[in-house]
């Protein structure tokens, strides 16, 4: 047998990925295409579309082009679905369906960066409703920036401007708030059982199927349109925004989105998703000429100025107190402690 020889090689450089293929970059891709959303189904309402009819061609389109690397994710474990339908059914009715469902609507009747901006008051809405049902004060970096976003709400309204803002639009937008802050108390509870991309197509199968019964049940107003759609210089097929809305703002937003999280950690990918706002706004005014006053855009920085500050005091230790209380007393789990892999269809 041949004495082992030792050759010496230089230690080769460690190659850093680029930015796009780093976790930051990633998450910066999926803000940029969930941004979308609300451009290209602007472009198919204005044609004639119902909100109804453009979630469930979206939902149903997106969920048969992730069923494929759903089912291999899975691996033959069934057990998961199995074990995961109550959250799979509630994800795919509340933080898929009723979510896109309101957030359409808000957007038929306002401006798409206003709308975005109404239902990213969630996490506000979470604390409020941790503050009534416990009777703790929230701490104080978390009670500034509910105070902030409320402020910013104000703002947004714009209640003295020329240009009124519609009432119905905003309820939508408020109402998409709600669903998204019960997504959130939905999913609380970390659950490293079924993978990302198994939870984002059922989600998306169970909202499109809910979409449909509602449809043939007469409940929810189904009307297509196949007229030319405009956005920008461009005029386009029907199927052009279509295919935008699935492909790019569904189905590679969630699956850029679920690689960012597990990038960054769900924690910080979370926070880097706020930056959809923007991304929605600057699509809406290249692709719609739509901006909101500057009034409005001051109460939009105010109102994500306050939600970081939420999120930022998520990060301190769980067992710090409240204003108000000794050191050590308990403080009730908040359901933003936990961000999750599977964001809602915004």
Known sequence: M????????????IRRPGFLASGLGIALFSSAVFGLSGSFA????????????AVTARLTGAALILALPAVSALKGRWHQLRDNWVTIVLFGL????????FYFNAVARLSVGVALLLEYLAPVIIVLWLWAASRRRPRVLTAGGTL???????????????????????LWGMAAAVCLAIYF????????TLPPIVLASGGLLVGAAAMWLAGAAGVLPMAFSTADTRLG??????????????????????????????ALGSKVASFVSLTEVLFAVVWAWLLLGELPGAIQLLGGVLIVGGVILVRLDELRAPGAATVGEAPGAPVPASPLEHANDVEPVP
Request: proline share 8%; net charge negative; with cysteine.
């Open 233 to 262: 210089p461009w005029t386009m097929p029907w199927w052009g925004p279509l295919a935008g809305l699935v492909v790019l703002a569904t189905v590679l937003a969630y699956t850029s989105g679920i690689m960012a999280a597990r």
């Open 2 to 13: 041949p004495a082992a020889t030792n050759h010496t090689h230089p230690q080769a450089p």
């Open 185 to 192: 108390f939905i999913t609380a509870k970390e659950n490293d």
């Open 94 to 101: 509340i933080g898929v369906a009723a979510c896109q469902l």
């Open 42 to 53: 602007k472009a198919l309402l204005e044609t004639g579309w119902s909100p109804g009819a």
């Open 148 to 170: 902030l976003s409320l402020a910013g709400l104000v703002l947004v309204l714009d209640l003295t401007g020329a240009v009124k803002v519609d009432l119905a639009g905003v």
